[in-house]
């Protein structure tokens, strides 16, 4: 059976490091934690579970302190985790069963990573990562911040879970702006990520700009093409463009087939403008698309759950009170304990 070396980096992560190594210190044979500078009780809690805990020198790249944690591994594979992250019990159990049957040949193991939740606790945004790797392939992380692994090699899609569970805190921090703000130049990865952190800062102006400058340069990975219109429309509309948000989300339909998302956002240009039929018929469109098999993130409420609420939206205002009812049920089959669902349920019944 494969050993795993748990490779991680951390600072002033004592609120939740402790939580992140219960959740997976049973499923690993070795755990490495490497410490760039922190004050509080971090690595006294990571003594509590290994002995391999080291310091090392934050100098403004991520990818640098993963290599560093990658160097001290001696087990088969390495598996990373950010401090924030848990493994759920059933990822755990999925990990088990795996390292008992996984094929030697196997380089790299992809799991699904749960981002974001919402107040239910369902996952709203998901990606699949590169998550263990075969420590004699030699991967180097790379990019100073949203760093990667290239994905060469013999790789295995699981399905198994990691949930990350970020602590709210009292502002947005500028870590990866000001990490960015000191590179002399982009590649297109760099670009589009750079306009991501840009948009999630409310800074709309030179998001934009940069969410163009990626289009621009064509060599964009599809799924960040498309993610990039998506996002662009969403800045557009926040400026009060709304010129240009319709013809970037069918641009989106250059790269790939349509995407729920897309549809929707087309569907809410039309109702903005109370075009309920028009739509309507974007909406159906979004709720009867199938989710495509993809590493890439995916916004999981578009896949089911917003495009059937707001079919059932449009439809009232259309005064087709049955279509509603169904959208507003199938809208339940994805939340059943949404308000919106609820609410929409009282308001048909006094209708029909």
């Known amino acids: 059976m494969p050993t795993i070396s748990l490779c991680m980096i951390v600072k002033n992560e004592e609120k939740v490091l402790g939580r992140c190594l219960r959740s997976v210190q049973d499923a690993v044979d070795e755990i490495i934690i490497i410490d760039t500078g922190s004050t509080d009780k971090t690595k006294l809690i990571a003594s509590g579970y290994t002995n391999k805990v080291y310091d090392f020198m934050w100098i403004q790249d991520f990818a640098a302190a ?21 493994l759920p019990p059933e990822s755990q159990k999925k990990l088990k069963e795996l390292r008992a049957s996984l094929d030697p040949a196997v380089d790299i193991v992809m799991m699904k990573y749960l ?90 102006v030179n998001a934009v700009y940069y969410f163009e400058k990626f289009l621009a ?73 199938t989710k495509p098999e993809t590493i890439g993130f995916v916004l999981e409420d578009y896949w089911g759950y917003i495009p059937c609420i707001e079919a059932c939206v449009c439809s009232c205002y259309l005064g087709e009170y049955e279509k509603a009812r169904m959208y507003n049920e199938k809208a339940a089959t994805f939340k059943p304990n949404a308000a919106a669902v609820d609410i929409n349920r009282k308001y048909l019944d006094s209708r029909l």
């Not at 990658?70 to 992250?85: E, G, I, N, R, V």
């Not at 699981?158 to 921090?173: C, L, P, R, Y």
Request: with cysteine.
């Open 217 to 289: 340069t064509k060599e964009g990975w599809v799924e960040d093409n498309i993610a990039a219109c998506y996002n662009l429309s969403i800045c557009y509309a926040a400026l009060g463009d709304r010129i240009n948000i319709l013809p970037i989300l069918l641009k989106s339909m250059e790269y790939d087939t349509p995407r729920a998302e897309i549809c929707s956002e087309i569907g809410y240009y039309f109702k903005n403008a109370k075009q309920y039929a028009v739509a309507l018929r974007w909406f159906e469109l979004g709720a009867g698309l």
């Open 66 to 86: 993963r290599n560093e944690a990658f160097s001290k591994a001696t087990m088969d594979y390495q598996m990373w985790l950010d401090a924030d992250d848990v």
């Open 115 to 204: 981002t974001h939740f919402d107040e239910q606790g369902l996952p709203i945004l998901s990606v699949s990562r590169e998550r263990l790797l075969k420590r004699e392939k030699g991967y180097k992380w790379q990019d100073p911040v949203h760093e990667f692994i290239p994905l060469e090699g013999n790789i295995l899609h699981s399905d198994i879970e990691v949930h990350h569970k970020k602590e709210k805190s009292a502002e947005a921090s500028t870590r990866n702006l000001d990490i960015y703000a000191n590179l002399k130049s982009f590649t297109p990865r760099q670009t589009y990520y750079y306009a991501r952190e840009l948009k999630d800062h409310q800074m709309w």
